[in-house]
């Protein structure tokens, strides 16, 4: 049994805090309009520095995968993380604000 939930782009709730466990290119393409980034490889490492414990955490990625892990290894470590379901194609196909690097037309990559 995981020890994290899953909500849907549609169930997260507003000014909620987003953080994208995608790598560096895929978060420059195309991402949730003021998410934080924190590729899932750096998490380990960066975790305890840069997020805070009191802060609920809707973590995605592109389909739900590396977000699931992310989620269940903050949640181990005593942090409130929900895993977004469908990604950021999810957040895409459901009409959330968007934004990319340099003005770019947002893309999921």
């Known amino acids: 049994m995981s ?3 899953t909500v849907t782009v549609n169930e997260i709730p507003e000014g909620a805090t987003i953080l994208d466990v995608r790598e ?3 978060f420059e393409a195309g ?3 003021g998410a934080q980034h ?3 490889d750096q998490l380990p490492e960066r975790f305890d520095a840069e997020l805070d414990p009191d802060t609920d955490y809707y973590v995605i990625c592109r389909t739900g995968g590396r977000s699931a892990r992310a989620a269940e290894f903050l949640q181990a470590r005593g942090f409130s993380a929900f895993n977004i379901a ?3 194609g999810a957040w895409l196909e459901a009409g ?4 990319a690097d340099g003005g770019a037309e947002p893309i999921v990559k």
């Open 3 to 5: 020890m994290y939930e």
């Open 24 to 26: 560096d290119y895929e």
């Open 31 to 33: 991402r949730a309009a």
């Open 38 to 40: 924190l590729p899932l």
């Open 86 to 88: 469908g990604g950021s």
């Open 96 to 99: 959330k604000p968007m934004e």
